[in-house]
């Protein structure tokens, strides 16, 4: 008899436990610091991307629970930081979903020197995630964060999200085109569908080597 498959032999992040650590709110005046900030020195991976993008389902996804994202949804915490701590190991830090049509100018004067703050000040951060829906164009507020990440220095991973919206063969064009747009090389560019799990092995892969490099 052959032996049962082991299907987990190739996941390049098995979560044995996440922890979620706290939040990080927008400072009350413009200069001043926010008042909380993980008491962690492990390395950190960051997703940051516009409302409705995907994220909450990566991040489930990435890290194989249900709602493990949910904390960043719940009233007073959709615009702060959220940090889970996975394997005592790393921390990956949910950014406030940016650019929404509908937000007031004093919504965005909050949210980006909370991000940009957290992106400037953090020196454990490794790298990181910005999604991209694959049936949207990418908004000025996606150009000025990947503007910014080129500007630190900090790698970023973009991920495409959605893509069982689209025909299988439409994907890798669209890709492509996402590529070629924002100037980026192929291998920064990684398809995802939270619905069927493409991707998600490759970016376990990619964020465990962000941590451990
Ligand atoms: P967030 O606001 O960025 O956290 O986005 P959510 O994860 O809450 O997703 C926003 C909407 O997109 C929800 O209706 C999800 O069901 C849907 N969604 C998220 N990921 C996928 C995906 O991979 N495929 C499809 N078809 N829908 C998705």
Request: net charge positive; aromatic share 6%; no cysteine.
């Amino acid at each position: 008899m052959s032996p049962a498959p082991r299907t987990d032999v190739a996941d390049p992040l098995v979560v044995r436990r996440i922890e979620f650590l706290g939040g990080m709110a927008a400072p009350a005046g413009r200069t001043a610091a926010p008042t909380w900030r993980p008491a962690t020195s492990l390395p950190q991976v960051a997703f940051a991307g516009r409302s409705n993008v995907g994220k909450s389902s990566l991040l489930n996804a990435l890290v194989r629970r249900k709602a493990a994202a949910r904390v960043s949804r719940t009233p007073g915490r959709t615009r702060e930081i959220n940090f889970f701590e996975v394997n005592g190991d790393f921390v990956l830090a949910d950014l406030p979903g940016y650019g929404y049509a509908r937000a007031s100018k004093t919504d965005r004067e909050a949210w980006q020197p909370l991000i940009e703050g957290y992106l400037r000040d953090t020196s454990t951060l490794r790298g990181l995630v910005l999604l991209l829906d694959v049936r949207r164009d990418p908004t000025a507020d996606d150009e000025r964060m990947l503007a910014f990440l080129g500007d630190r220095g900090l790698p970023v991973l973009v991920v495409v999200t959605k893509i069982d919206k689209l025909t299988p063969r439409s994907v890798e064009g669209r890709v492509a085109e996402l590529t070629t747009a924002l100037g980026l090389e192929p291998e920064q560019v990684l398809p995802f569908s939270a619905k069927t799990g493409v991707g998600r092995d490759e970016l376990a892969a990619a964020v465990v080597s962000l941590v451990r490099n």
